[in-house]
């Protein structure tokens, strides 16, 4: 079994609102940061877990996502392996 590292981006679905994005771009405007055109904000998630390969991993990690991580009506998601480590164990 290898341990892989997982980072899980959440993010809210292009043309949805986004109070949060928009307040935080409301700011960075009053502050004088002109050239921000749009802020979306999300979540990352890092995640360790054994599994038998890359491929396993990731269809476990798509698994979570679709059961919990993520609202698949509001959100998109996209998983990335960070690293993967023989289990010594």
């Known amino acids: 079994m290898t341990r892989f590292q997982l980072e899980i981006r959440v993010v809210p679905r292009p043309g ?11 700011g960075l405007l009053s ?4 050239d921000v055109q749009e802020v979306r904000v999300g979540k990352i998630l890092l995640m360790e877990l ?3 390969s890359p491929k396993s991993a990731l269809d476990m990690a798509t698994s979570m996502c679709e059961r919990l991580l993520a609202n698949p009506v509001t959100e998109d998601f996209q998983i ?3 690293e993967e480590n023989e289990n010594s164990e």
């Open 16 to 26: 949805l609102l986004d109070p949060e994005g928009k307040a935080i771009q409301s």
């Open 31 to 34: 502050l004088d940061y002109p």
């Open 50 to 52: 054994v599994a038998d």
């Open 80 to 82: 990335q392996i960070l």
